[in-house]
């Protein structure tokens, strides 16, 4: 069945793409929608902060909509090389929706496989249709437990170019160097000693999440601030 889906050229797909209707406006659809303006030549922050601004999401969605925007930007060539070995041709618009699915099942623990899968192919199915959708799921559940080959680019998702430029100045530290780089620094924060509830802790504290939405962010209680500012 795979060989068929891998062969199956994007005419044939879209000529039985069936009825289309508009992406509903979640977290994972606007991020898809961000991820596709970027790579217009967009940059990838200025537009997550126009689409955030104006969709009705609660604090949590637009904290998960940032960690797929820039998570699937980190990690996209490891992403790509799954989604390029399981299918020959696939619309852009498509792919976007498989790397935002693949993330979350590869590098975010608290999301369920199903829930990820499930939405994606959703979304691809009010988009482009049942047959494609029946593509997106046959292509997610195969590379969601394919093996990285030994290539510390497509491992680390680090471009080419990088890994050769680097890999005779660090030799045995490159593995160690590239998993810093992609890793996710915690938000920190330097308490207000002057209006800050002792409970609150301090001097420096982790923030998770949208400093914004924490409710000492407007009371003036901390200052998002790198914990080695000084």
Known sequence: HMDEVRDRPRAL??????????????????????????????????VLDRHRAA???????????????????????????????????????????????????????????????????ELVKRGHGQRVAGFANAVLRRAADLPLPNDLGVRWSHPEWLVRRWAPRYADRLPELLAANNAILPITARTNRLRAPAELGGPVIEIEGDPTAHPGFAAGHFTVQDETFT
């Open 55 to 121: 969709a009705a999401l609660d604090a949590r969605d637009r904290g998960l909509l940032t960690t797929l925007v820039f998570g699937v930007m980190r990690w996209r060539r490891e992403l790509d090389f799954l989604i390029d070995a399981c299918a020959r041709q696939v619309d852009p618009e498509v792919r976007q929706h498989l790397r935002i699915a693949l993330f979350q099942m590869r590098h975010l623990e608290r999301i369920p496989r199903h829930a990820a899968v499930n939405e994606a192919v």
């Open 13 to 46: 797909r879209e000529r039985y793409a069936g009825p289309v209707t508009p992406p509903p406006a979640t977290a994972r659809a606007l991020a898809a929608r961000v991820l596709d303006e970027a790579e217009q030549g967009t940059f990838v922050d200025e």
